[in-house]
């Protein structure tokens, strides 16, 4: 079984700065990615980031660019989004996702690429 687990979420000022845990379990790909989406109330769900096997990829969303930043340590199957310089803009419940057997991180992350899914949790920055 594929699984995904976020962690990481809460609340948080403006200017302050949070990191995202996405831990991975149930899979083994020659190629993959991880990607970072976020969807707040009212708004589609939009692609943050991602990242390829190895670091072979990176990619962010203009929204993001400069602020965020997608890591992984591959020894614990995990993916990290370290969020700096945190806008109000950025709420929204952050979900990361799972491409298998493909990488479709050589553009910003399109949900439809992506198979696997977390459950998200929910980043809130207050102003």
């Known amino acids: 079984e594929v699984q995904l687990v976020e962690s990481g979420g809460g609340l948080v000022q403006a200017g302050g700065s949070l990191r995202l845990s996405c831990v991975t379990s149930g899979f083994t790909a020659d190629d993959y990615a991880v990607a970072w989406f976020r969807q707040a109330p009212g708004k589609e769900r939009e692609g943050v980031s991602c990242?390829?096997?190895?670091?072979?990829?990176?990619r962010y969303a203009d929204s993001v660019k400069g602020r965020f930043t997608i890591s992984s340590d591959n020894a614990k199957n995990t993916v990290y989004l370290q969020m700096n310089n945190l806008k109000p803009e950025d709420t929204a419940v952050y979900y990361c996702?799972?491409?298998?057997?493909?990488?479709?991180?050589?553009?910003?992350?399109?949900?439809?690429?992506?198979?696997?899914w977390g459950q998200g949790t929910q980043v809130t920055v207050s102003s």
């Open positions: 996702a799972l491409a298998a057997g493909v990488d479709p991180c050589d553009i910003v992350p399109r949900a439809y690429e992506y198979e696997y």
């Open positions: 990242i390829s096997r190895d670091d072979d990829n990176t």
